[in-house]
């Protein structure tokens, strides 16, 4: 699996963007870029994911580099339920490919 | 739906002794998946099932780790005897064949004295 770097951590304030870096240079034509968070004592949940073009969902935008070697993950306006670990994971989009392989992730935290 | 549901939602035993999580997938998805996280490894895939069949083990630590799938609608993970390394919290997931997202259940937290 084709692997991202992403910081260990970042901070922001409540109802202020943050902007979520990741690096995947080894990434292949197939590769999805998904992204998912865990909240404090949960599981991982799914935030969003893409593989060419931006995407948008009610959780979040991903804005991915033209040449695919990075990614950001944005939300718009942080919440203090929005502190949590963020993990950016490249996932192969062939039929065989269906593990999901999570490194460290950013940790996030949001100040009142 | 319920979501994935997990039992129990804690773990306390002592070591050597025998250890079963259970692990119902959301209904109607073909593919489930066991995890463990810890501090140092963080979060590892162990084993995962298509139509109840285990498709590729490789992340299961050691023979003492062993994974079922009976029907459609329910899996375990056995750990036996059981290692005070054992002590993660462990997470099962399931998918929808087609689809890009694992919903992922609130994990059983296991604590081997």
């Known amino acids: 699996d084709a692997k991202t770097t992403q910081p260990n951590s970042m901070e922001s304030n409540e109802e202020e963007p943050v902007h979520l870096p990741c690096n995947h240079s080894?990434?292949?034509?197939?590769?999805?870029i998904h992204w998912y968070r865990q909240l404090p004592s949960q599981g991982p949940e799914y935030v969003i994911h893409g593989l060419t073009s931006n995407v948008n969902n009610r959780m979040a935008s991903l804005a991915i580099a033209e040449d695919r070697k990075s990614s950001t993950l944005i939300l718009h306006r942080a919440t203090l339920r929005d502190a949590a670990v963020y993990y950016c994971i490249l996932r192969d989009g062939g039929q065989g490919a269906q593990k999901l392989v999570f490194g460290q992730g950013t940790r996030l935290t949001i100040n009142p | 739906d319920a979501g994935v549901i997990q039992s129990p939602r804690h773990e306390v035993t002592e070591m050597g002794q025998e250890v079963t999580l259970r692990c119902k997938p959301i209904?109607?998805?073909?593919?489930l998946f066991w995890y463990r996280q810890t501090m140092m490894r963080g979060l590892e895939l162990l084993i995962y099932?298509?139509?109840?069949?285990?498709?590729?083990d490789s992340g299961m630590p050691e023979d003492r780790f062993s994974a079922k799938m009976p029907n459609a609608s329910f899996s375990t993970l056995k750990i036996q005897p059981s290692e005070p390394r054992d002590s993660a919290v462990y997470f099962c997931a399931s998918r929808i064949a087609g689809g890009r997202t694992q919903y992922f259940g609130p994990g059983t937290r296991l604590l081997v004295l």
């Open positions: 209904s109607g998805h073909d593919y």
């Open positions: 080894t990434i292949s034509g197939t590769d999805y």
């Open positions: 099932f298509n139509n109840n069949v285990p498709i590729d």
